[in-house]
């Protein structure tokens, strides 16, 4: 069996080095010719999964994308041929969540402000928008959910409107996926007329696809508003962004918000499970023997942490302010911002820190242990 891989998907030789013969390959400039002959396709977010790939590839059963969005596949197409697709749902979501909520940290610690006591909107309460809601609320914060889909879905969660939010929240975090038709299409959703209804001083941070803001709107609006703050991970024109808006973040990476050393091989793991489901054979290797130990793996916890230590602690597992530093220094090319992601060292999650039992749970510190716990930590 032929399985053709992303060769930026960590864990495909654990996972499938017994199940076929594995070629890998740079899945942005994957041509039909290098799918031709292949049985299983693992491919990542930057490869467009259509007729213009694979209709020569006829041996073709399963496609896996170790990803939660599904934009660069045409699951129509692959319906009609009967080849099965699946994406890795939640693989990435903690990932996504605990760097919205650190990018918080980093953009209160920069601005000399307190994180404690603001209102954050999420807009988007799925796996990434949840998991952002954990941390936040873990932390004590009052978290705004808008999910319109959701909510007619009967979700009990209470939800408001997106223009509540943006009267509201000090925060506003997007966690939406791209879509450009219906009544809740996200193609622009903060255009030009939305981004002026901003309230002074608002951090707006995106993690889901650039095209959910309309990113030349955001370079004028940012050249007249610099009370706004701006964490952005994704680009429209990935991956190539505009170097006026890079220039305009405080916080810049290159679409590597869910790029955990966990959310990566969860990713790989689902699809080795799909793929095992579905020509029936037994799963018998798990995740969490794929996983090294982390070098800080426990820490004893102060009683009285405050919002600078926990931001330093939260900097073992994940330092943002690395990324930006690398990524203004090579996101002026395509090639620079795909080497970043490739060789990107991947963080951990707060969970791979654990407590060293001595912690005092009694505590009725402002943060204590039993938020750090919620957090996310073991
Ligand atoms: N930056 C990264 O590395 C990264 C990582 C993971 C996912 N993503 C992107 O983030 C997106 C969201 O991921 P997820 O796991 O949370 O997906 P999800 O499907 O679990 O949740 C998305 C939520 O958005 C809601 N939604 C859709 N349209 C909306 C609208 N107009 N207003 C408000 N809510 C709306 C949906 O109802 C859903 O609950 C993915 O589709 C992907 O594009 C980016
Ligand atoms: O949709 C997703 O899961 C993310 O956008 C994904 O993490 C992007 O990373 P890539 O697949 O491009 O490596």
């Known amino acids: 069996m032929k399985i053709i891989a ?16 594995i070629e890998y390959v740079n899945g942005r400039t994957l041509s039909p010719e290098q799918v031709n002959d292949a049985d299983v396709l693992l491919v990542r977010s930057v490869t467009k999964v259509n007729a213009g790939l694979i209709a020569h590839a006829h041996k073709l059963k399963f496609v896996g994308s170790a990803t939660i969005g599904t934009d660069h596949v045409d699951v129509d ?35 000399g402000e307190s994180l404690a006591g603001k209102v954050v909107g999420i807009v988007g309460a799925g796996n990434t928008g949840t998991a952002a809601a954990k941390c936040l609320q ?9 999910d319109p889909i959701k909510a007619q879905q009967g979700d009990k969660r209470e939800f408001v409107s997106l223009d509540t939010i943006i009267e509201q929240a000090d925060i506003i975090s997007l ?9 809740h299409k996200t193609w622009y959703l903060f255009d030009e007329a939305r981004l002026n209804q901003l309230k002074p001083n608002t951090w707006l ?23 706004v703050k701006l ?34 091989a969860r990713g790989t793991f689902i699809l080795y499970q799909k793929w095992c489901e579905l020509v029936g054979l037994a799963v018998d290797k798990s995740l969490t023997s794929l ?12 009683s009285d942490l405050t919002e600078s230590q926990l931001l330093k602690l939260s900097r073992l597992v994940y330092d943002l302010r690395d990324d930006d530093v690398t990524f203004r220094g090579c996101c002026s090319t395509a090639a620079g ?32 242990p039993s938020m750090l716990h919620a957090l996310g930590f073991n």
């Open 291 to 302: 996983l090294p130990a982390f070098q800080f793996n426990q820490i004893v916890s102060q």
């Open 337 to 368: 911002f795909d080497l970043m992601r490739k060789n990107h060292t991947y963080r951990r999650e707060y969970s791979a820190i654990s407590l060293a039992p001595s912690v005092d749970y009694l505590s009725d510190d402002v943060i204590n």
């Open 138 to 146: 873990a932390y004590g914060l009052n978290v705004l959910l808008c």
């Open 231 to 264: 964490v952005l991970d994704v680009w429209e024109g990935e991956p190539k962004p505009m170097a006026e808006l890079v220039a305009l973040t405080e916080f810049a990476t290159p679409h590597i918000a869910g790029y955990s050393l966990e959310g990566k």
């Open 205 to 227: 941070l995106n993690c889901c696809r650039g095209e959910v803001i309309d990113n030349r709107a955001l370079i004028r609006f940012k050249q007249q508003r610099d009370d």
């Open 175 to 183: 966690h939406v996926p791209i879509t450009k038709d219906g009544e």
């Open 6 to 21: 992303d060769e930026n998907m960590p864990y495909v030789d654990a996972l499938f080095g017994d199940l076929g013969e």
């Open 77 to 111: 197409y692959l319906a009609s041929r009967n080849i099965y697709f699946t994406n890795a749902p939640g693989c990435n979501a903690t990932a996504v969540g605990e760097y919205a909520f650190i990018a918080m940290l980093e953009l209160a610690q920069r601005f």
